[in-house]
């Protein structure tokens, strides 16, 4: 999977083995993991689990999130984009797609998530042909649950997620 989605500000593209630095940046801080059941990663060797595994995810099923990259500093941002969840049960559903990001903390409050994740919601509609997409966030992740709402999904409902005892909240974007 080889592609490159651009914004007016962002370049998604697929994940690297050399975004290892960045996505241990991503994972390894507190702050980012606050509202993901406060799990912050402490090793590289983490870190690159997690990008293995999203690598793997393309040749596996197609699509996984993407790298987000500064258009003008080329710099690693964090990840956005579609990922077709079959690891989970999430409020009752065991094979869907959802919309998601993370940024490193010193991209936040810039709209990036939204203008990424818009992106991404054209992609899944437009190329993917999906019927719908879902997300989720912790309850008390205000930004992410304000961001969603700018990308165009609806809140559905509250839910408690047993496997990592969190409470979240439930969204949907219909393609129409």
């Given at each position: 999977m080889?592609?490159?989605?651009?914004?007016?500000r962002l370049l998604l593209?697929?994940?690297?083995?050399?975004?290892l630095d960045g996505?241990?940046?991503?994972?390894?801080?507190?702050?980012?993991?606050?509202?993901?059941?406060n799990k912050p990663?402490?090793?590289?060797?983490?870190?690159?689990?997690?990008?293995?595994s999203v690598i793997n995810q393309y040749k596996e099923?197609?699509?996984?999130?993407?790298?987000v990259i500064n258009k003008d500093t080329n710099e690693f941002m964090g990840w956005s984009g579609i990922r077709l969840n079959t690891e989970y049960n999430m409020n009752g559903f065991t094979k869907y797609y959802d919309v998601?990001?993370?940024?490193?903390?010193?991209?936040?409050?810039?709209?990036?998530?939204?203008e990424s994740g818009k992106a991404a919601v054209d992609y899944a509609f437009n190329v993917m042909k999906l019927p719908e997409l879902y997300a989720t966030t912790e309850m008390g992740n205000q930004a992410s649950h304000n961001?969603?709402?700018?990308?165009?999904?609806t809140y559905i409902e509250d839910f408690y997620f047993e496997q990592e005892d969190l409470d979240l909240r439930w969204y949907k974007i219909e393609n129409k």
């Open positions: 080889t592609f490159n989605i651009e914004t007016e593209r697929e994940l690297r083995s050399s975004d996505m241990f940046e991503l994972d390894s801080n507190p702050e980012v993991h606050r509202y993901l059941g990663i402490k090793t590289k060797a983490e870190a690159k689990t997690i990008l293995d099923r197609g699509i996984g999130r993407w790298a998601g990001y993370r940024l490193i903390e010193r991209f936040w409050g810039k709209g990036y998530a939204t961001a969603l709402l700018k990308l165009g999904l």
